[in-house]
T-cell receptor, first 115, second 108 residues
Framework: DSGVTQTPKHLITATGQRVTLRCSPR?????VYWYQQSLDQGLQFLIQ???????AKGNILERFSAQQFPDLHSELNLSSLELGDSALYFC??????????????FGPGTRLTVL | GQNIDQPTEMTATEGAIVQINCTYQ??????LFWYQQHAGEAPTFLSY????GLEEKGRFSSFLSRSKGYSYLLLKELQMKDSASYLC?????????FGTGTRLQVFP
């Protein structure tokens, strides 16, 4: 158990819908990262927040957005869903945003299925 | 741009040694990580290298050559539970860029 929690574990929805994925980082971690992992593909970095502020952006679609709240939990919003958005979405957290042995701890993931 | 290459699949026998290679081309290199990921589960941290050389941690070792853009993960005394994907990831400008992973199958 990494200490990072994600809800829900599974989500099944239809094309065109909007969903929200939630992540609570490890106690004391200020940085939250979101990744997408499609079948047979590597982890794709989406976005990073540090202490409530957006820190780095990866290949995140305009239909996707995220935020980190004052209590440091984060939400990833996916809208106008397409079949290709079906994937495992991981959240990770770390103490610092970068530098040093800044290990990221991963949550169990949310499996999103778009029908 | 950023590019990370790993072999897609490898097989090995229980008790043997296997080396998984990773080559990378990135700007702003600030460390290389290896993660293990069992199917459908979260990646778990194995090792971190930022300086050239070998880091040993039990049955697992990781090597880095920054000038060659090359790393490897060495797994000794393989066990069946080591069957998993091994992800090489490079940190560059606060982002962690992952390779597509190497799926290792260990046979008895």
């Amino acid at each position: 158990d990494s200490g990072v929690t994600q809800t829900p574990k599974h989500l099944i929805t239809a094309t065109g819908q909007r969903v929200t994925l939630r992540c609570s980082p490890r106690s004391g971690d200020l940085s939250v990262y979101w990744y997408q992992q499609s079948l047979d593909q590597g982890l794709q970095f989406l976005i990073q927040y540090y202490n409530g502020e957006e820190r780095a952006k990866g290949n995140i679609l305009e239909r996707f957005s995220a935020q980190q709240f004052p209590d440091l939990h984060s939400e990833l919003n996916l809208s106008s869903l397409e079949l290709g958005d079906s994937a495992l979405y991981f959240c990770a957290s770390s103490v610092e945003p970068g530098g040093g042995n800044n290990e990221q701890f991963f949550g169990p993931g949310t499996r999103l299925t778009v029908l | 741009g950023q590019n990370i290459d790993q072999p897609t699949e490898m097989t090995a026998t229980e008790g043997a040694i296997v080396q998984i290679n990773c080559t990378y081309q990135t700007s702003g290199f600030n460390g290389l990580f290896w993660y293990q990921q069992h199917a459908g589960e979260a990646p778990t941290f194995l090792s971190y290298n930022v300086l050239d050389g070998l880091e040993e941690k039990g049955r697992f070792s990781s090597f880095l050559s920054r000038s060659k853009g090359y790393s490897y993960l060495l797994l000794k005394e393989l066990q069946m539970k080591d069957s998993a994907s091994y992800l090489c990831a490079v940190r560059a400008s606060d982002k962690l860029i992952f390779g597509t992973g190497t799926r290792l199958q260990v046979f008895p």
